[in-house]
């Protein structure tokens, strides 16, 4: 087994998670991979809203696609999701139940538009055996970065002095 150094893990509908795994990547290197449903969300606000609030309000949580990367071969694990009605995002949850992070360092981030909600709080109790280290909270307004880049990529590059 390869024992790579990043990878950077990511759900995004509008766009503005995967803005953010691009700000990591091109700061601290390594692999980014997108989480991926079977049956995607709709395009349509409206209907994509009520789908994901039915999803969260049922915890019925939508089926992935096989993850292009072995998780296992990456010491340091970046985990970002949008908060959806106070949550992380259901692909996110469902993608966490899938995989054991025991022997990993994990760096959760999430983006928002108002309120973080428990998202945080979602992806921390979900993830098993993982070492999890201090988050990050990325505000946008739309598609409009409000959180300095300079933020992120200090968050980012102190996560790089972490060891387990």
């Not at 091109?26 to 395009?43: C, F, H, Q, V, W």
């Not at 071969?73 to 139940?97: C, D, H, N, Q």
């Not at 979602?122 to 201090?134: F, N, Q, V």
Request: charged share 25%; with cysteine.
């Amino acid at each position: 087994m390869a024992n790579k150094e990043n990878l950077i893990i990511y759900y995004s509908y509008s766009g503005n998670t995967r803005y953010v795994a691009e700000i990591l990547q091109n700061t601290i290197g390594g692999t980014m991979a997108s989480i991926r449903l079977e049956d995607k969300y709709p395009e349509d606000k409206e209907a994509m809203f009520i789908r994901t609030q039915k999803e969260i309000n049922e915890n019925c949580l939508p089926h992935l696609k096989t993850f292009p990367v072995n998780i296992y071969e990456y010491k340091k694990i970046f985990i970002g999701t949008p908060v959806w009605w106070y949550s992380a995002s259901p692909p996110m949850k469902r993608f966490l139940k899938q995989f054991d992070f025991s022997n990993k360092l994990i760096f959760p981030f999430i983006t928002n538009e108002k309120s973080t909600g428990h998202a945080m709080n979602d992806i921390i109790s979900a993830i098993r055996d993982g070492t999890i280290k201090t988050g990050l909270t990325v505000r946008f307004s739309g598609n409009r970065l409000l959180t300095p880049k300079m933020y992120i990529k200090t968050w980012a590059k102190r996560a790089m002095e972490t060891e387990m």
